[in-house]
Structure formats: structure tokens, C-alpha cells
């Protein structure tokens, strides 16, 4: 019996195989360099097994201590920082959206510049962002709720640009030829493609709005992220476990709400 | 001519969802003691901090480039042994590969909650285990790379045409000649272009990890920070825009040759 081979790629595939491969090879290597070797201290161990430790017995009183400063009070600050922010996002992303979205009878510099600006904000660092309102404001969750609402446009308005794009211009032409108005195709045509796909979208921003909301008191910007820096800095690893465990019942409930809702709307 | 519109039903669980955002909204409003007028009122010291930060000390330059070297270098490791991790990961909690409904569930769940870890928790956490330094954001990009990669691998696996995974299982291949022959080669491109994808979001969010001491740009961000220096702490937003941008740029490339 001959021996049955399969036939060679192209060689034109192969070489940018290689030089795919190559290429990457390289770069991990560069990686590693001068990067301090890694090595396991002694009080590393320690510190594991108290972590691991606090994530047994968490500190099941700090859940509702009636203060204001308990887990639940905080927790529901964050959700409060996460709700207003995406609110107030989504109000300013419209106008945005609608400058950078790429429709016909558009001069391409405004929808350039208008992705530029998008770019722009979403890749500014939301921590400087939260330092920056902290200033204008004070410290406290109003900053957390200011820094979520304007750093959430960058993503928000590109998704309700994309959503303009691809919508269908076929029912805004129907309404037209029917002798209907501008405003008639807003309403009848536009509005009623357009509204689905902007609230689902506001609310898959939501549920990225809880992570950040949940950190952003890290920097002193509200919600349960302050305790959870003071707890870490004071290593009491019990504490850092019960609002670990907090975010977690957070972030799973709202996602799961969040998409049970977007689910029955597309 | 209004009769020619067909009516419309009234749902009354629209209303009810409007009334309940209604009321969250006004409850958000209150909790987080919202007063726009602050905002107003307070907003020249908010444009000042920005006509700070754009008098930009270009003199500082150079200094950056050393430490945003150090947040890529983190970002490819990370990545990297992140995305090895979730190799493995993603093939147990495929239904079509692991049949066994209890093992599924269990592994996702444990993946769902390492998914709901922020990102700046675990660059604390790891600074407290093994020190300030890049290591700790190595580990925290690891951790956080694993959760994100594994959700999207096991999603690519699940999606995959069964024809030939049932033709090896047929000619007696086992798990591992399933895996090699059927599954990998429909999925090679979408991994790559996968963590292509998560290289992209963490070089974004390792800049700011450096913020609780996890090495790279973060820490002289933090710095710049601490010490009022808006105008260095424009230079170093320039910086990380910039080389988002670029990385955003050939990633986006490389993706749109693979799909």
C-alpha cells in the first residue's frame, strides 16, 4: 500500500506562517527580558494562607452594621454610581453617536473626527478621569457617578453609532414615499428600529459600569470600593472576603438581570 | 385616515419598566447625593485640571517610554500565560467535548465568579502577595486574561461544526486525536484573533494597574498623580494613547487577515 499524504499548503502560506511565528517568538522573548525573576518569598507563603484563610471565615458581621459604612450601604451606593452614570452616558452618547456614525449626505471628515473623539475618551484612563471630578467635586460617590457617566461614552456612543449604521433605511424611504414628514420618520421609522437596540446596548454598558463603579472608591471616588482599599491596605483578609464575596452577588445578580431584560428586547 | 394605522396594544409591562427605571433613577440620584449644580458651579476647577494637563511637560517623555515598554511586556506575558491557561479551561467546559452535564456546570461557575473579580482588585491582592513590582500585574493580567479568554474560547468550541468530531469518534480516535484533528483546526484562527483581542484590552487596563503598585506607566501615572504634576500626568495619558492606538491598530489588522 502507498503511503497516503496529505498535500503541502501553498509555500506563499507557509513563509507567512513562518514569519508569523517568528515574529511572535521574538516578542515573548523581548518580553521576558528584563523582567526581575520571579521568585517565592517566604512571607509570600504566609501571606497566602491568611488570604485563603479570610476567604473561609469572612467577616460576616460587616454586612449590615446599620453605620452606613456596611457592606449592603456600600453596595447599593455602587449600584446607585453605576445606575445614574450609565444614565447620564447615554443621554450625552446621542448626540455623539449621531456625529460619528457614517450614514449618507456626510462630509467623512465629521464622522472621522467624531470616532477620533470616541477613541479618544474611552481610551482616557477612568481612574484620572475619577481623580479629576474628585477635585471638582470632593471625594465621595457624586465623583464616581461623574467619571462612570463621561468615560462610558466613549463605548457607548460607538455602539449607538454602529447601531445607526446598520440600520435599515428601507422604512424611512416607505414613510417618506407615503408623503410622511421628517419627524414622521423619526417617529415612525427610525425611532422604532433604533430604541431596542439603544437600551440593550445601555444596559450591556450597565453591567460594565458595576465592575468600574465597584473599584473606582479605590481612588477615593465612592461606592465599595473604599472599604475594600482599606481593608486591603490593613490586611484584614476576612474583611477583603465578605466584599469580594458582596461584588460578586452584585456583579452576577445585575448581569443576569441585565440580560434576562436584553434578551426579551432583541 | 387614523383607522388605517393598526392599534396598538397597550403593554402595561413597558409602563411598569418605565416607572421602575423611573424610580431607580430618582433612588441613584439620592443615594449618591447627585447635585449637577456642584458640578456646574465647581466646573472651572475641573476645565483648570485640563489646562493643566495640556501645558504638557514634553521634557518627561523620555521617561516614559521605559515603563510603558514594561506595561506591554506585562500585557504579552500575561496574555500570553493567561491564554494557556484558558486552553485547557475552555475544552472542559465545552458541552460538545465534555459530556458530563455536572463537570460543565461546576467549572463554569467557578469561571463566572473569577470573571466577576475587578481587575484593580487583583493587581492589590497580588501586590500584597508577591510585593510592588510587575510581577504582580503579570499575575493579575494572567487571572484576569484566563476569565475573559476562556468564556469566548469555550463559546468559539461550542459553535463548531460536529460533522468532524463525530467522523474521528467513529474511526476510533480518542480525546486527545478528537481535539487535535477536529477541534483545533476549525478554532486556530478564532483563538488567535481572541487573544489578539484580549492583548488589546489589557495593555488598556494594565496602564492603570501600575495605580495599586503593579508596575509599569501606572506607577509614575500614580506619581504624577500624588504630586499635582497634571502636566506630566498629560504626557503620560498622551503616551498610553498613543501606543493603545497603535497596538489597536495591527491587532485590528492581524485579526481582520485571520477571520
Do not use: C
Amino acid at each position: 500500500m502507498t503511503e497516503l499524504k496529505l498535500p503541502n499548503p501553498p509555500a506563499q502560506r507557509r513563509w507567512g506562517k513562518v514569519l508569523a511565528a517568528v515574529i511572535f517568538i521574538g516578542l515573548v522573548i523581548w518580553a521576558f527580558t528584563g523582567m526581575p525573576a520571579f521568585s517565592i518569598k517566604a512571607n509570600a507563603v504566609m501571606v497566602t494562607k491568611s488570604i485563603g484563610d479570610g476567604l473561609i471565615h469572612p467577616d460576616w458581621a460587616y454586612v449590615w452594621t446599620g453605620d452606613g459604612e456596611d457592606l449592603t450601604s456600600t453596595l447599593l451606593e455602587t449600584l446607585g454610581i453605576a445606575i445614574l452614570g450609565t444614565f447620564i452616558s447615554a443621554v450625552i452618547s446621542l448626540p455623539f453617536a449621531f456625529w460619528a456614525a457614517h450614514t449618507k449626505h456626510k462630509f467623512w471628515l465629521v464622522t472621522r473626527s467624531g470616532k477620533f473623539v470616541l477613541t479618544a475618551i474611552r481610551t482616557f484612563p477612568e481612574i484620572v478621569l475619577a481623580l479629576m471630578f474628585i477635585k471638582a467635586v470632593g471625594p465621595g460617590s457624586f465623583a464616581g457617578v461623574l467619571a462612570v457617566g463621561f468615560h462610558s461614552i466613549g463605548m457607548l456612543a460607538k455602539l449607538f453609532s454602529e447601531a445607526i449604521e446598520n440600520m435599515n433605511g428601507g422604512a424611512g424611504e416607505a414613510v417618506t414615499a407615503a408623503g410622511g414628514s421628517a419627524l414622521d420618520v423619526t417617529m415612525l421609522a427610525s425611532l422604532p428600529q433604533l430604541l431596542p437596540e439603544f437600551v440593550s446596548n445601555t444596559l450591556y454598558r450597565f453591567e460594565l459600569a458595576i465592575r468600574s463603579a465597584s473599584i473606582l472608591g479605590m481612588v477615593g471616588a465612592g461606592g465599595v470600593g473604599t472599604p475594600l482599599i482599606f481593608a486591603i491596605q490593613t490586611r484584614s483578609w476576612p474583611r477583603v472576603a465578605i466584599i469580594l464575596y458582596g461584588i460578586i452577588v452584585l456583579v452576577t445578580a445585575t448581569d443576569w438581570l441585565s440580560g434576562a431584560l436584553r434578551k426579551r428586547l432583541v | 385616515m387614523e383607522d388605517l394605522l393598526p392599534k396598538q396594544k397597550l403593554n402595561w409591562h413597558k409602563w411598569a419598566l418605565t416607572a421602575v427605571l423611573l424610580v431607580a433613577l430618582v433612588w441613584s440620584a439620592f443615594i449618591t447625593d447627585a447635585h449637577l449644580g456642584l458640578f456646574f458651579t465647581n466646573f472651572s476647577q475641573f476645565t483648570e485640571l485640563f489646562v493643566e494637563m495640556a501645558h504638557v511637560d514634553w521634557a518627561y517623555t523620555g521617561y516614559t517610554l521605559e515603563p510603558m515598554l514594561q506595561t506591554i511586556k506585562m500585557s504579552i506575558i500575561g496574555t500570553l500565560l493567561g491564554s494557556a491557561l484558558a486552553f485547557p479551561y475552555a475544552l472542559l467546559v465545552s458541552r460538545n467535548i465534555v459530556t458530563n452535564k455536572v463537570v460543565v456546570g461546576v467549572f463554569r461557575f467557578i469561571l463566572n465568579i473569577v470573571r466577576t473579580i475587578p481587575d484593580l482588585m487583583l493587581a492589590a491582592l497580588f501586590v500584597a502577595v508577591v510585593g510592588i513590582g510587575p510581577v504582580a500585574g503579570i499575575f493579575a493580567l494572567t487571572i484576569f486574561t484566563f476569565g475573559m479568554v476562556s468564556k469566548l474560547f469555550y463559546e468559539a468550541i461550542e459553535t463548531i461544526d460536529p460533522g468532524p468530531l463525530e467522523a474521528l469518534r467513529a474511526a476510533g480516535g480518542n480525546r486527545i486525536e478528537i481535539i487535535r484533528f477536529a477541534v483545533f483546526p476549525q478554532i486556530a484562527n478564532y483563538f488567535v484573533s481572541y487573544v489578539l483581542y484580549a492583548f488589546e484590552i489589557n495593555v488598556r487596563a494594565s496602564t492603570v494597574l501600575g495605580y495599586m503598585g503593579a508596575g509599569g506607566i501606572g506607577v509614575y501615572l500614580q506619581q504624577a498623580l500624588s504630586m499635582f504634576r497634571y502636566d506630566r500626568v498629560g504626557v503620560i495619558v498622551l503616551v498610553i494613547f498613543v501606543v493603545v492606538l497603535a497596538i489597536d491598530y495591527v491587532s485590528g489588522k492581524t485579526r481582520e487577515a485571520l477571520l
